[in-house]
């Protein structure tokens, strides 16, 4: 089975500073890799995917990530922050376990924009 | 993008009682949806897979006649919490899935708190 590991549980960045959140996971024939956002009280929102493809993926709001087979990893990054983006981020992967297709979450990493 | 709700987004009950909770895919068909349980300041832990017309697929310590799941139609699941204690209070997130799609769309989680 799939895991994934953020290995930040706190980011605290100045607003427009650049951020990086770090998110690795279990190596697998082939993955899809997915970064999702959570405001207070909120459910999830997608902020992009990792599918297949171009290795560099942009989403919404600014952010991007980079799939990077050989680390196993799926850095989200941001070149300038904003008050706004202060939320908890979370790292996902699919996975099939018996016979079903669900998502693997990492612990999450909140990020901290100071002015 | 897609959109999905649920409802209620707060709910307070007695111990004892039960709570109904919704969960639709407004603008997609949602072959596959999920149920979720959030504590504070930590990740999503995975209740349970339903797919439409089929009994849902419970992880492991979830108790299924506590936490029961009916998937009826492609833009509708509940999750009936039945005799609910303290120890159910948390944040109840859903998400739906389109058939041949991997990303998850959630909705915006039920706090529920019993008393």
């Known amino acids: 089975a799939q895991s994934v590991t953020q290995l930040d549980s706190q980011v605290p960045v100045f607003e427009e500073a650049p951020v990086e959140l770090r998110c690795n996971y279990s190596s697998s024939v082939s993955v899809y890799l997915f970064w999702y956002v959570q405001y207070p009280n909120q459910g999830l929102q997608l902020l992009l995917k990792y599918l297949s493809g171009s290795t560099l993926v942009k989403g919404i709001n600014g952010f991007e990530a980079e799939f990077n087979k050989s680390q196993t990893s799926f850095h989200l990054r941001k070149p300038s922050v904003h008050i706004s983006d202060t939320a908890e981020y979370f790292c996902a992967v699919s996975d099939w376990d018996g016979g079903y297709n669900k998502l693997i979450f990492g612990a999450g990493t909140r990020l901290a924009v100071h002015p | 993008g897609a959109v999905v709700s649920q409802h209620p987004s707060r709910v307070i009950c007695k111990s004892g009682t039960s709570v109904k909770i919704e969960c639709r895919s407004l603008d997609f068909q949602a072959t596959t949806m999920f149920w979720y349980r959030q504590f504070p300041k930590q990740s999503l832990m995975l209740m349970a897979t339903?797919?439409?017309?089929?009994?849902?697929?419970?992880e492991q310590g979830v108790e299924k006649d506590k936490f029961l799941i009916n998937h009826a139609s492609l833009t509708l699941s509940t999750l009936t919490v039945t005799s609910a204690h303290p120890e159910d209070s948390s944040f109840y997130i859903c998400?739906?899935?389109?058939?041949?799609?991997?990303?998850?769309?959630f909705g915006p989680g039920t706090r529920l708190t019993v008393t």
């Open positions: 998400s739906a899935r389109d058939q041949g799609f991997h990303e998850q769309y």
């Open positions: 339903s797919n439409e017309g089929s009994k849902a697929t419970y």
